[in-house]
C-alpha cells in the first residue's frame, strides 16, 4: 500500500542533484512528495501538489521562501572515539606540529589509551551524541571508523559500537574498519601490520560489521607496500579499500588507491596532478578534508584542478579529537573560500559525490526513486549553505520522509 509520507511544497529552489558535476539540477516553486521513504514527485508545485495533496499527507511542510537539498553525506569520519584533546589545540597555537605532539605521547595514541579503557556502552552514547549535532547541521549519511583500538578486541569493540549506534539513530552509518590508524607502543610497524592483516581483519569478517578497510598510508606511518598489505587483505575478506593519502607528504597513496580501484583516496594535499588522472582514470573520488586543514593551519587539497580533470570531488568533516568539526555547511564554506569551489560544486561535493565515496546510490539527489533525505533551509537559496559560515541554515532535516531534527530555538 502506498502511503503519502511527506509534501514539501512552495519551495523557492528545490535542488535535485547535479546536472553535471560541477552544475546543478535545481528547480524554482517547486515541490516534492514522498510516498513509503522515498521521493515519489519533484516539480513546479501547482503540478506536485494537484497529484499529491497536502492535505492528504501524514506531513506537510510550506517551504515558501525556503531553499530545499539533499541531506548531506559525511563520507569521512572518525566519530567513535573518548578522551579529550583541546589542550592540544593549543599546543599547536604555540607552534607545536602534529608529529611533535605524537611523539610526546598526544595525537591518535593518546585518544587510543582513553578508548580502549571506555565501554562499549559508553562509546556508543559519545557517538549518538555527536550524531545527534550532525543531525541538526543536515547530515543523513555518516561514515564511521574504527581505529583508536589498535588490538582486536578493541577494533571489535569500536565497530560493535557503531553498529548499535546505527540501529538506534536515525542517519544512516556506514561502518569501515581501520585498524592500520597508527603504530601501538611495543610494536614495529611491520610486527603490527602482521597483527593488523592475520588476526584483525579476520575478525572483522567473522563480525560481518564493516564494509570498507582504510589505511592511514603516511611518511612515518604505513608505507606504500604495507598498506597494499593490509588493503589486499582487507579485499580478500569482503572489505572494499578506502585510503587516507597525502595528507603530510606525498609518497605514492593516491597511485595506490588507482592501483587497487579504491571507493575513495581522502587528504589528497600532497597529490600531483598526475595522481587526479590516476583516480579520475579508475573511477576513485577524491575526498577532501578542509576542515583538517583549517584545524592544522595547513595547505589545502588543490579541488580545482581535480575537477578540472573530471575527477568529482566530495567533501567531508573528518570529525575526530583533533578535528572537532560536525558540520558539513562549514567544510562547505572552506570549499569556497579556501579552495576556489563554487557553492554550487560545494554542494554536490557534500552530498552526490560524497555518496559515491561510500558507495551509495540512492542517496545524495532527490530524484524519483531516492530516498526521501533532505534539509529544508532557512534561506531561499543553496548559496546561503557556504556565504552563512559559522551560522547553521537547516532548518529541518527529514531521513526517508520522517522528521529527524529541528533546528533548535532559544
Known sequence: MTNLDAVVHGAAEI???????????RREDAALAVTNGRVAAVGPTAEVVREYPPENADRAYDATGRAVVPGFVDPHTHAVFAGDRSDEFEAKLRGKSYQEILDEGGGILRTVGATQKTSEDTLRENLLGALDVMAEHGSTTVEVKSGYGLDTESELKLLRAIDAANERHPIDLVPTFMGAHAVPEGQTTDEYVEEVVDEQIPAVAEQGVAEFCDVFCEEGVFDVDQSRRVLEAGAAHGLTPKVHAEELARIGGTQLAAELGATSADHLLHSTSEDIDALAERGVIPVVLPGTAFGLGDRYADAETMLDRGAPVAVATDFNPNCHAHSMGFAQSLCCVQMGMTPAEALL??????????????????????????????????VHIPYQFGTNVVDTVLKEGEPIARKRTR
Open 349 to 382: 561535493a557534500a552530498t552526490e559525490h560524497a555518496a559515491r565515496a561510500v558507495d551509495r546510490n540512492d542517496v545524495g539527489r532527490l530524484d524519483e526513486g531516492s530516498k526521501a533525505d533532505l534539509a529544508i533551509l532557512d534561506e531561499p537559496s543553496h
Open 15 to 25: 535542488v535535485t542533484g547535479g546536472a553535471t558535476d560541477r552544475t546543478l539540477d
